[in-house]
């Protein structure tokens, strides 16, 4: 069951499987809810490769009203950020995080890989990129609420996001275009930040102090957050926008010609036998991006206009540390 500081996610799914028998007690309620919320952190919000999810969490569920006032997506941003970032070490086979995230957004950058939406549901207006996915699909659904429009005020906050040990920037000056802007070509980047790669396997601290400086940026977010920009109505940008111009500029290529003049035989094999490969499979990848069906609004239904302050963070802090 438990391992460190860690409790066994199936102990948890076997033990809180998220019901309560009839009379049962607040105390009981309360205590099947902690860990059943403990089961969603470490195998949704922030999972990593363990199979484990860190006691840690559990002091921020000891009053589960506070809980739900806890900057969640900052937290599972940042995990995801680091768990990408150690993955692609040689050495590490597994990743951690909340691959949902990376899912929406490789349907909505690869739409060759997406599904087709049914048009079932009315568009989520002024959702984060997740909600233009809800809506049922050709192929198996993906869970989406009106809540993830929460907290829209601080979506391009430029801030170091926390979660204990973790700490990574969020950069959105980089990814304009993810919020509907024309992306320019963007400052240095500040991933590899003097915290960048702390995990809890440096045991037991008082992050809040440790993190301080942090902690004191987020605290700060709603002054650091990037202006809007040019709406963003290209599809392309053209060859000698700055932009493509500096892209092109940065990007490293990982393919030459199969021909190229100093290229071994073998490798050219091997280069040759890939595209065979690629030639099989390409049955299964789409050739055209898939067909949306539009939700039709009726007349007089169209949702009005929303309180910016409904979609502000609830309290004034991250997740504690």
């Given amino acids: 069951m438990r ?79 680091c768990y990408l970032c150690h993955s692609f070490e040689a050495k590490n086979q597994d990743v951690g995080g909340m691959f949902v995230l990376l899912q929406v957004w490789a349907w909505e950058r690869l739409p060759y890989l997406a599904p087709g939406r049914l048009g079932e549901q009315p568009p989520r207006d002024g959702a984060a990129l997740i909600g233009w996915w809800d809506d049922e699909f050709h192929s198996p659904d993906l869970a989406t609420r009106d809540w993830m429009r929460a907290g829209r005020a601080i979506w391009r906050a430029k801030v170091l996001l926390i979660n204990f040990a973790i700490v990574e920037m969020h950069q959105p000056e980089r990814v304009m275009r993810q919020f509907g802007f024309r992306q320019l070509v963007p400052p240095p980047s500040q991933a590899r930040n003097a915290l960048h790669g702390q ?52 990007t490293t290529r990982l393919f030459r010609s199969l021909i190229w003049p100093d290229l071994p035989k073998e490798a050219q094999a091997i280069g040759k036998q890939g595209l065979v490969c690629m030639a099989a499979q390409e049955k299964f990848l789409r050739k055209e991006p898939p067909m949306h069906l539009v939700f039709e609004l009726e007349e007089g239904n169209k949702e009005e206009g929303e309180d910016q302050a409904n979609f502000e963070p609830a309290v004034e802090g991250p997740i504690p540390q």
């Fill in 3 to 81: 391992k460190g500081n860690k409790v066994s996610m199936a102990w948890l799914r076997q033990h809180f499987p998220g019901r309560v028998s009839d009379g049962a007690t607040q105390a009981q309620i309360e205590q099947q809810a902690r860990g059943y919320i403990l089961h969603l952190i470490g195998g949704i919000l922030a999972p990593n490769n363990t199979l484990h999810v860190h006691l840690c969490y559990l002091k921020l569920l000891e009053d589960l009203e506070v809980a739900g006032q806890y900057s969640w997506g900052s937290a599972c941003l940042a995990s995801l950020y």
């Fill in 199 to 250: 995990t809890l396997k440096k045991g037991p601290q008082d992050w809040e102090v440790t993190n301080g400086a942090a902690v004191a940026m987020w605290n700060n977010r709603l002054q650091l957050v990037e202006p809007e920009g040019i709406p963003d109505l290209l599809h392309a940008y053209p060859a000698g926008d700055d932009y493509a111009v500096w892209y092109e500029s940065i």
